[in-house]
């Protein structure tokens, strides 16, 4: 992606972040807005900044408005991604990725969501989850702008252990896609530079730069007063200095000039994560050496109106649960009875039910063959049945209060786990 850096180390207005190269004209009639009012405090040539809270809904408009512009196809694919602002290295965005997933207490959560309830002109089954990190929307743009809701759950400084590092640059990115003859077309790349709070954090955020900016005084104000020839200069370039972009309550997003660049997209392959690096307009199906879970199994948009809102939505290729259930890496849990205070660790060497079965064993001699019944309870009361899909998918280091209740004269058992969060002193 092209992202080039400030050459010159004497502007004090230099980005603080790679510059983006941004299309002049935008000739192809696409736009895409975030209901949210923008930062008033970066400068005019700094990028705009939008502040969301974490795991708060916000609107996004998706638009086309061109009358010298006719599009050969009725329904388009926009992807929305999100991406890093800065590009790095794959290895790197791999680690950074991880580290965030492995920080989570669900392996299903995700980082960028949608409300498929709650949405205007689109329909449920025309919304699809690409990756943990993308979504994609059906949409036919002549019959005027559509609206969803998205959320970010991931903030800029969970990329790190460290207190006070400064959050990493984060972009909502989208792909529109038209279909032509052969192949699905990127026409429109856009981004939108975004920092997310936790606890309504974008507010307070907005309101302290808000202060901050009324003691300072105006800009406007820097060299009216009547001064020197040099001073006045001076005063000039001090005040375009200070120029801020205008307070606006929608985030409309920059233009691309790069649409050949494709994104990355994540998913989690058991506990490690494998990122694809694939152009959406290919519409290929992974293979099975690339043993990829939670990816679509045809990224192709449809002929007519007709064949895209008739059609199920589309189903996710997944990993065979018990031809590959020795790949699985180890699985750490914590377990104890409620009268208990210190937990015995259960180390699950194949993640499955008879590899957590073997590891009771271990600890608490009862043989798997006298288990009779064996649940997990979640915290909202539900007791299912455990199984290997269950056991697969536990996150490592979880916690549990386990019962076992003897059954049949004290020959067999029940047990139950019920998944708690830890008590951290």
């Not at 008033?40 to 795991?55: A, I």
């Amino acid at each position: 992606m092209v992202r080039q850096y400030s050459s010159s180390s004497t502007d004090k207005c230099a980005p603080k972040s790679p510059a983006i190269q941004k299309l002049e004209v935008n000739t192809t009639g696409y736009s895409y807005f975030l209901e949210t009012p923008i930062s008033t405090t970066q400068r005019l040539c700094e990028d705009r900044v939008t502040y969301l809270n974490k795991s708060q809904y916000y609107g996004l408009t998706l638009d086309f408005n061109s009358q010298d512009r006719i599009i050969k196809c009725s329904v388009v694919k926009s992807v929305i991604v999100l991406t890093f602002r800065e590009e790095k290295p794959m290895d790197e965005e791999r680690r950074a990725w991880e580290f965030w997933h492995g920080r989570q207490h669900s392996y299903k959560q995700r980082i960028l969501d949608i409300d498929t309830k709650n949405c205007q002109g689109v329909l449920p089954q025309n919304i699809e989850e690409v990756s943990f990190n993308a979504v994609a929307v059906k949409w036919n743009p002549m019959e005027g702008p559509v609206r969803v809701n998205i959320a970010v759950h991931c903030l800029s400084t969970d990329f790190s252990n460290q207190k006070g590092v400064k959050g990493i640059p984060l972009h909502v990115q989208i792909d529109t896609y038209e279909q032509s003859t052969k192949e699905n077309h990127l026409v429109h790349r856009g981004y939108c530079q975004i920092k997310a709070f936790c606890d309504k954090g974008a507010e307070r955020k907005t309101r302290d730069e808000e202060r901050r900016k009324a003691a300072k005084g105006k800009p406007e104000e820097f060299g009216t007063v009547a001064a020197p020839p040099s001073a006045k200069s001076k005063g000039r370039k001090k005040q375009e200095e200070a120029a801020f972009h205008e307070a606006c309550e929608r985030s409309e997003f920059y233009s691309m000039v790069d649409t050949a660049t494709p994104p990355v997209f994540f998913n989690p392959l058991h506990e490690s994560s494998e990122f694809i690096h694939k152009s959406l307009s290919l519409g290929v199906i992974p293979s099975q050496d690339e043993e990829i879970s939670s990816l679509p199994t045809s990224l192709e948009l449809p002929d007519s109106c007709d064949d895209f809102y008739n059609p199920p939505p589309a189903k996710r290729a997944r990993v065979d649960s018990t031809n590959n259930v020795k790949d699985l890496p180890k699985v750490l849990l914590y377990v104890r009875e409620r009268h208990e205070t210190v937990y015995t660790a259960l180390m699950l060497d194949v993640p499955s039910l008879s590899g957590l079965l073997r590891s009771i064993e271990q600890k608490y001699s009862i043989a798997p063959s006298k288990v009779k019944n064996f649940y997990k309870k979640s915290r909202k009361g539900i007791l299912v049945r455990m199984d290997d899909n269950i056991v697969r998918h536990f996150s490592h280091e979880t916690t549990f209060i386990m019962e076992m209740n003897p059954i049949s004269d004290d020959r067999d058992f029940e047990i139950i786990l019920t998944e708690i969060d830890p008590v951290i002193s």
